[in-house]
């Protein structure tokens, strides 16, 4: 499944699985696995990771690349996760750093030098995961999306600033809907005279449609999550 995932049939519970403890691997959807191949990070760079908790994408960048990275979160109850992931995989140290904060307000925690990357694994209407957790459909309202889209392009703005020249931001939302994906992608481009779309390049068996992934669509072969992802180098 993807490019380093395995689907262990039957399902077990993942502590009875030899490894887990030792952190020898981690537990993500095959579309959430997408996001730290996808944001590229390379040996030395600088990296925020603005919606990191629990901190599944957080170790999948930090196995990928030696990188000097920013986990950052707006719920501080949600970061003692991100402590335990990436103490269970050996990724913590003194290059990581786990910040409380607003991403839309980069003042109160960024030190001012810009990221190589960034990856904007945004808060949204989640109703790319209904199949896993189908009471999703009925905890959000119709007025959900647009609250989701004001508040993902906030981020997206704010999240630019700190973006360095050349450097490249993912926007990931695991939605299906227009609003949070590309309507958000397409907006965002339009308004930042700087801000490049690249096409971005999905592992075989996960087919898109412009960035939205769906387990549903021709050729599909992984049963993951309904995710979208957007791809941008700043200028
Ligand atoms: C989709 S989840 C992130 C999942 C995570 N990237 C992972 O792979 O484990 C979105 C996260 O955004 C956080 N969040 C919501 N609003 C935020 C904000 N204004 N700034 C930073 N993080 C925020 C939520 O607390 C939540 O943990």
Redesign the pocket.
Known sequence: MGEAGLIVSPPRPVRELPGYDEGAFSVQDAG?QIAAPLLGARDGERVL?????????TTHILELADVELTA????AA?LPRVHTNLARQKLASDRVRVVAG???APASWWDGRPYDRILA???CTASGIVRRHPDVKWLRRASDVASFAA?QHA?LDALWSCLARGGTLVYAT?SVFVEENEAQAAAFAARMPDALRESPVFPAGAESSGGQLLPSLPGARHNQDGFFYARFRRA
Not at 49 to 57: E, F, H, I, R, S
Not at 72 to 75: E, H, R, T
Request: glycine residues 8%.
């Open positions: 959430a990771d603005a919606c990191a908790a629990p901190g599944g994408k950052l979160d707006a719920d949600r607003d991403a839309a694994d945004v808060p508040v981020m695991c």
